[in-house]
C-alpha cells in the first residue's frame, strides 16, 4: 500500500516562497513509470495541475505556473517537493501530492491528505 503524506508550513507571506515535501512510503519515486504529482484547490475552485517529477527525474510544469514553480526530489529520503516562489493570495489553496500513471487513460491511483496552504501578510 503506497501513502503519501504532505508536509510545510500551513502560513505563507506574500512575496516569500511556498515550501512542501511529500514523503512517499509504501513505494519507490525512482521505480515503475509513474509521475509524482502536486495538485492543488484554491477555496471555492476545482482541482489545478501544478505539476509532476517522473521516475526518471524529468519534470513537468503547468504553464500558468512555470515561471515560479519547481520541483526535485530526495530519493535517500523517498520525498519529492514543491517550491513556489514569489507567492500571492492567489496560491492560497489545499495542496495534495499524488502518483499519477498511464493504464488505458491517465488516472492518479494514490492521493495525500492534502495540506492547507494560506498565503497572507
Known amino acids: 500500500q503506497v501513502q503519501l503524506q504532505e508536509s510545510g508550513p500551513g502560513l505563507v507571506k506574500p512575496s516569500q516562497t511556498l515550501s512542501l515535501t511529500c514523503t512517499v512510503s509504501?513505494?519507490?519515486?525512482?521505480?515503475?513509470?509513474?509521475?509524482w504529482t502536486w495538485i492543488r484547490q484554491p477555496p471555492g475552485k476545482g482541482l489545478e495541475w501544478v505539476g509532476a517529477?517522473?521516475?526518471?527525474?524529468?519534470?513537468y510544469y503547468s504553464p500558468s505556473l512555470k515561471s515560479h514553480t519547481s520541483i526535485s526530489r530526495d530519493t535517500s529520503k523517498n520525498q519529492f517537493s514543491l517550491q513556489l516562489t514569489s507567492v500571492t493570495p492567489e496560491d492560497t489553496a489545499v495542496y495534495y501530492c499524488?502518483?499519477?500513471?498511464?493504464?488505458?487513460?491517465?488516472?492518479?491511483?494514490?492521493w495525500g491528505q492534502g495540506t492547507q496552504v494560506t498565503v497572507s501578510s
Open positions: 509504501g513505494g519507490s519515486i525512482t521505480t515503475g513509470y509513474y509521475y
Open positions: 499524488a502518483r499519477g500513471l498511464y493504464s488505458g487513460s491517465y488516472y492518479y491511483d494514490y
Open positions: 517529477i517522473h521516475n526518471d527525474g524529468s519534470t
